[in-house]
């Protein structure tokens, strides 16, 4: 039989937001992006730290995202952080935003990458911000897992 394989590029993650966010639910949304913008982007130079999507007529916009200018564009060049539209069904486009205003959910760039095909994505997820109190669970559940781990090791 044959395997299906990952051949993802991955350009951007996000590694905070698992810490930050209760991640419930994941989307792969497309991107609107200039040529200048995905050259950039297979030579590695995009940030989704600070990103986040948002709603604005009816359609989804990915706010505050890094990607560098690409130097051989000249004066072609697109802008940095500009809005970038993202592109899904309409029906998760209505989900996702009704999940935002009716259940104060937060929509957070989880990775940005090139699929199989070539095509940048971006995975979004739907959560929910966590306390204070929950972060420090989360990390002394994640300790625990290691030490016992190591004592299975040890005893074989």
């Given at each position: 039989?044959?395997?299906?394989r990952d051949n993802r590029q991955v350009v951007a993650d996000n590694r905070k937001a698992?810490?930050?966010?209760e991640i419930e639910e994941t989307?792969?949304?497309g991107l609107a992006l200039l040529g200048?913008?995905?050259?950039?982007l297979r030579s590695g130079k995009a940030n989704i730290a600070e990103?986040?999507?948002s709603e604005k007529d009816g359609e989804l916009s990915l706010i505050n995202s890094y990607i560098a200018e690409y130097a051989q564009a000249g004066r072609r060049n697109h802008e940095p952080r500009r809005p970038r539209k993202l592109l899904m069904h309409r029906r998760e486009i209505d989900r996702l935003i009704g999940a935002v205003q009716r259940q104060g959910m937060t929509l957070?760039?989880?990775?940005?990458?090139?699929n199989d095909r070539g095509i940048a994505k971006l995975l979004i997820g739907l959560g929910r911000g966590k306390k204070v109190h929950d972060k420090r669970e989360t990390e002394r559940k994640r300790d625990w897992e290691r030490q016992k781990a190591r004592l299975m090791r040890e005893k074989g």
């Open positions: 039989m044959s395997e299906k698992r810490h930050n966010y989307f792969e949304a200048s913008e995905v050259k950039s990103a986040y999507a957070v760039p989880l990775r940005l990458y090139f």
